[in-house]
């Protein structure tokens, strides 16, 4: 069956600094995958999405790259800042907008 | 817009006990779908919906009903509530040619005794 693994541990990076987040899919081929961002209590905020034929995309400080070699699809956000502290979900998907998603990685960034 | 809006906010049941969970949306959105969110557990898609009158299954059907008798409302319905279905729950809606993702809705937080 299709997996989706992101980092199950916090990512702590201090402000200013580059935050890289990892999304890892198995048994699956998806045609876009799409990142969000989740705040304690509240329900996901869409941020992007990335089709299978586009390598990156970015939006603001936010990129988001997609290796379908790999399976892989990377999600950093540039000079981060205390409010980017939040967890991330990624979704990989088929068909339909309606995705599979991933537990999430949480991170944290220091002032 | 309100958006995707969930009623109620937090319920508490007790087990065998049946409810509904309210959704809506104003977007005119064709896709609804529902989520459970527990810790360690990510979110999980219990039904969804492509259309009024069309519904399917997702990961985790067993124990919830849906209907869309409507574009705007994608009701969830807990037959006999158990222990196992206490999580928060999410409603989402999307248009198939939006590339804009999934709008969610607050969450309904629901515990059972």
């Known amino acids: 069956s299709q997996k989706i693994e992101q980092n199950s541990e916090a990512l702590n990076i201090q402000e200013g600094k580059t935050a890289t987040l990892t999304c890892n899919y198995t048994?699956?081929?998806?045609?876009?995958l799409q990142w969000y961002r989740q705040d304690p209590g509240r329900g996901p905020v869409f941020l992007l999405l990335i089709r299978e034929n586009e390598k990156e995309k970015r939006k603001e400080r936010l990129k988001v790259t997609f290796d379908t070699t790999l399976k892989q699809s990377l999600f950093h956000i540039t000079a981060s800042q205390p409010a980017d502290s939040a967890t991330y979900l990624c979704a990989p998907g088929r068909g339909s907008y309606i995705p599979t998603f991933g537990r999430g990685t949480s991170l944290i960034v220091h002032p | 817009n309100a958006g995707v809006t969930q009623t109620p906010k937090f319920q508490v049941l007790k087990t065998g006990q049946s409810m509904t969970l309210q959704c809506a949306q104003d977007?005119?959105?064709?896709?609804m779908s529902w989520y459970r969110q527990d810790p360690g557990m990510g979110l999980r898609l219990i039904h969804y919906s492509v259309g009024a009158g069309i519904t399917d299954q997702g990961e985790v059907p067993n124990g919830y009903n849906v209907s869309r008798s409507t574009t705007e409302d994608f009701p969830l319905r807990l037959l006999s509530a158990a222990p196992s279905q206490t999580s928060v729950y999410f409603c989402?809606?999307?248009?198939?040619?939006?590339?804009?993702?999934?709008?969610f809705g607050p969450g309904t937080r629901l515990l059972v005794l």
């Open positions: 048994n699956y081929s998806p045609a876009y």
């Open positions: 989402a809606s999307s248009n198939s040619t939006d590339p804009n993702g999934q709008y």
């Open positions: 977007m005119n959105h064709e896709y």
